[in-house]
């Protein structure tokens, strides 16, 4: 390289530098939020940037990204609605005189119509005024709501399959990895609950499944200290937001199947799956809706643990995996069965396995 050439090269470089040093200035300026929510999750601290995240102009990105997050929300809304008008037929309006109309309505009462999915209404009422849970019924048309972490998304799959495949059930699977009740920042569960019922009428069941996220300090909003796992205010606040979900399921006449956490690998976290199981317990019961353990499930007592269980040959099968908190998939397909004998099916037919 000539010597004139070494000062062109090194500008050149320096600048290549300089962009990349102000591109990621300006990603974390406008991702701030989910840096820290991150942060909060995996530390569980409070991750605010020092000085920076008292500057109103560093909070401008973060104001700036949620601005346009919701315009872009706002947006697919509008086309998904444009869509669905245009999928609907156009309205006729018949003539008062018509023959047709004059009998429909002398002798078809107007409340015959829904009369076929009615039994399926009363199933979730009954179960809100019982005293204690009783099993979830469904009838035609009826759907599956799944809830849940990383532990759910495995099931979710055999569970969905089997009531689509035997009943004609369609699921509405929201599990996702990471989330649980003690980081809403993050996920927002009671949020997503009340409006997946409120945009989806038919959903009869929700089943949840979480909890292995949620064993640590809780954020109580910024800039303030965070609170302790299983203290009083931890506890009342975790409550809240199962109340949240079970009082929006309550609203809609929804279902409701809670499943508990099983015992970890690791004491501390079985522990903590067990007291967390206990709020799930009363919760529920409290709403008169239905919780079940899922150490049965896998066929432990007590305490124990297992990373393999006997098999219906009595030979060992290992259900669950080597960080002795997910399932394998014989793990996830025999908690998928279980679900399935705690739901009755009201008139629909098997028709398949």
Known sequence: MPVSDAPQSTFGVARTLYAMLVVSVLLCWLNQD?????CQQKYHQSCEVPVLGGWSLWRLGADLSTALG?????????????????????????????????????TAPAPQPPLPVQPAAPAAP????????????????????????????????????SLLRRHKVRTVNLSRQSTGLSYPGFFNWPRTVADTLAQHPHIRLMVVFLGAN????????????????KSPLWEQTY????????????????????????????PRL????????????????????????????????????????????????KVRGDDGIHFTITGQKMIASQLMAL??????TVTGH
């Not at 989910?34 to 991150?38: C, P, Q």
């Not at 919780?291 to 006997?310: H, I, K, M």
């Not at 739901?343 to 629909?348: E, K, N, P, W």
């Open 126 to 161: 009954s179960a809100l005024s019982s005293d204690r849970p009783v099993l979830a019924t469904l009838a035609e048309g009826d759907e599956v709501f799944l809830v849940g972490d990383s532990l759910m998304q495995g099931v979710a799959p055999h569970l969905a399959n």
């Open 34 to 38: 989910s840096i820290k929510l991150y």
């Open 239 to 266: 409550r809240a937001r199962i109340d949240a979900m079970l009082q929006s399921a309550r609203d809609h006449h929804v279902q409701v199947i809670w499943v508990g956490p099983p015992n970890m690998n690791t």
């Open 270 to 317: 079985s522990q903590a799956m067990a007291y967390l199981s206990e709020l799930y317990q009363q919760q529920t019961e409290q709403y008169g809706q239905h919780y079940v353990s899922a150490n049965p499930f896998l066929g432990y007592t007590d305490e124990q643990f297992a990373a393999s269980v006997p098999g219906a040959d009595g030979t060992q099968v």
């Open 70 to 106: 919701e315009g872009r929300d706002s947006f697919l809304a509008s086309l998904s609605d444009r869509e669905q008008q245009a999928d609907q037929p156009p309205t006729v309006n018949l003539p008062a005189t018509a023959p047709v109309v004059t009998v429909d309505v002398s």
């Open 214 to 229: 949620d064993p640590w300090d809780m954020p109580q909003g910024k800039g303030k200290p965070f609170v302790y796992f």
């Open 343 to 348: 739901i009755g099916f009201s008139g629909l």
